[in-house]
């Protein structure tokens, strides 16, 4: 079956450091990740849509600068958040797909907390 | 405003009830899906309806589209404690890959 993991599943970082997180998809070809951040006051934010051989798009207040994403084969994804502060707390979360399927299939997420 | 919402915030219902979960949207859709997003996990797509269906079901689960009214429904029979989840509705546009999801519904079935 299709599983994505993300790892770690659970980081605390200082403020103003940067953190990186990982996603794996195993058991399909993820052609395109997108990430998203999910906090207690709001659903999920889509912060960019990775797509193998393509450039990577980032959702309007969502910035390559403050969240560089590397998507270099069908099966790995990372993101960093650079210079984190309180607001970029949350669940982040990893959901690929496999070339023109709809279905995404989502890892457990990796939580953020920031001090 | 959201492009596509639950009408509920939470919802409680005894096991063996039935119970369903409303969505809204405003955009053109290409289909829509719902998921449930269990404590600590990431969400898992339940059905998928495309807009050119009415109706789709899985298992006991039954999902409903009216493009007219830019709405769809989940229904869920027989449930079951481990359907306690926050449910979300989630809109394929145009844009292909990207999906936009409601604020999401928690359901609590309680013993």
């Known amino acids: 079956g299709a599983l994505v993991y993300q790892y770690p599943r659970r980081t605390i970082c200082k403020s103003g450091t940067s953190m990186r997180m990982e996603c794996q998809a195993v058991?399909?070809?993820?052609?395109?990740v997108a990430w998203y951040r999910q906090s207690p006051q709001k659903t999920f934010e889509l912060i960019a849509l990775s797509t193998v051989n393509s450039a990577i798009k980032y959702e309007q207040n969502f910035t390559q600068e403050k969240f560089p994403i590397s998507h270099p084969n069908l099966s790995f994804s990372s993101m960093t958040v650079l210079n984190a502060y309180l607001e970029d707390r949350g669940l982040y979360l990893c959901?690929?797909?496999?070339?023109?399927?709809?279905?995404?299939?989502f890892g457990p997420g990796t939580r953020l907390l920031v001090l | 405003s959201q492009l596509a919402e639950e009408n509920s915030w939470a919802l409680s219902v005894h096991e063996g009830e039935s119970v369903t979960v409303n969505c809204s949207y405003k955009?053109?859709?290409?289909?829509l899906q719902w998921y449930r997003q269990k404590s600590g996990k990431g969400p898992a797509q339940l059905i998928l309806?495309?807009?050119?269906?009415r109706e789709n079901r899985n298992g006991r689960l039954r999902a409903t589209l009216d493009t007219s009214s830019q709405s769809s429904s989940l229904s869920i029979t027989a449930t079951r404690c481990e359907d306690t989840a926050v449910y979300f509705c989630a809109m394929n546009n145009n844009a292909g890959a990207k999906l936009t999801f409601g604020g999401g519904t928690r359901l609590t079935v309680r013993p």
């Open positions: 959901g690929a797909r496999e070339g023109g399927r709809d279905t995404q299939y």
């Open positions: 955009t053109s859709i290409t289909a």
């Open positions: 058991g399909f070809q993820a052609t395109s």
């Open positions: 309806i495309r807009s050119n269906e």
